[in-house]
């Protein structure tokens, strides 16, 4: 069964700059999985960030931004600001029409 | 505004049904694809299943295929998931998407299924 990963849990300190990875337990990922990354704080709906490896969603701040860095992608939040605590999930698009969405990354400003 | 608004929610017995519905506004309806993805309490987002903007086209997680059916009715905007031998781990905030570029733009508010004697 492929599975999508992402670190459980992240630390950034307000100001610095941390970068998530989302990588695929059956191989590389690549641009043809689209990834994509999500927002949630508890309680609340996602909110889309980045789509398509590297394209923001209309409202998000250029801090945030998509590549693929070492056949993962990644997530990249630079000037961390403390509403940034949230979670974080990467989703790829995979053959035959499927979505993964990978558990999720607890992201803590302090 | 684009908006996604879900409902059908409720509490439901193992082995129940339940049809959720996600009405659609602000965006040419007809020609998204739409998902549908859950959230079991304290746990992390799960893709559900997806329609093509047509209908024709669907697709379904392992985990769903067989007693979950998605479909869509683009002269009212809404896309539905049809929800059968619901068991416990069904349990789950269901929110629909709509799609760009092969993944999730926008969100609904969620609708909560319980599944519980």
């Known amino acids: 069964q492929t599975v ?3 670190e459980p849990s992240f630390s950034v300190s ?3 700059t941390v970068t998530l990875t989302c990588g695929l337990s059956s191989g590389p990922i690549s ?5 994509s990354w999500y927002q949630q704080t508890p309680g609340q709906s996602p909110r889309t960030l980045i789509y398509d490896t590297g394209t923001r969603s209309s409202g998000v701040p250029d801090r945030f931004s998509g590549s693929i860095l070492e056949n993962k992608a990644a997530l990249t939040i630079t000037g961390a600001q403390a509403d940034d605590e949230s979670y974080y999930y ?5 053959p035959g029409g499927i979505s993964l969405i990978g ?4 992201l803590t400003v302090l | 505004e684009e908006q996604l608004v879900e409902s059908g929610g409720g509490l439901v017995q193992p082995g129940g049904s339940l049809r959720l519905s996600c009405a659609a506004s602000g965006f040419t309806f007809s020609i998204y694809v739409m ?3 859950r959230q079991a309490p304290g746990k992390g987002l799960e893709w559900v ?3 093509s903007g047509s209908g024709i086209n669907t697709y379904y997680a392992d985990s769903v295929k067989g007693r979950f059916t998605v479909f869509r ?3 009212k905007n809404t896309a539905y998931l049809q929800i059968d031998s619901l068991r416990a781990e069904d349990t789950a905030v269901y929110y629909c998407a709509k799609d760009r570029a092969y993944a999730f733009e926008t969100w609904g508010q969620g609708t909560l299924v319980s599944v519980s004697s």
């Open chain 1, 4 to 6: 999508v990963t992402q």
């Open chain 1, 31 to 35: 641009t043809t999985h689209y990834p």
């Open chain 1, 103 to 106: 558990a999720g990354t607890r």
């Open chain 1, 90 to 94: 990467c989703a790829l698009f995979m």
């Open chain 2, 49 to 51: 299943s997806a329609v």
């Open chain 1, 14 to 16: 307000p100001g610095g």
């Open chain 2, 73 to 75: 009715d683009n002269s």
């Open chain 2, 35 to 37: 998902s549908w993805v």
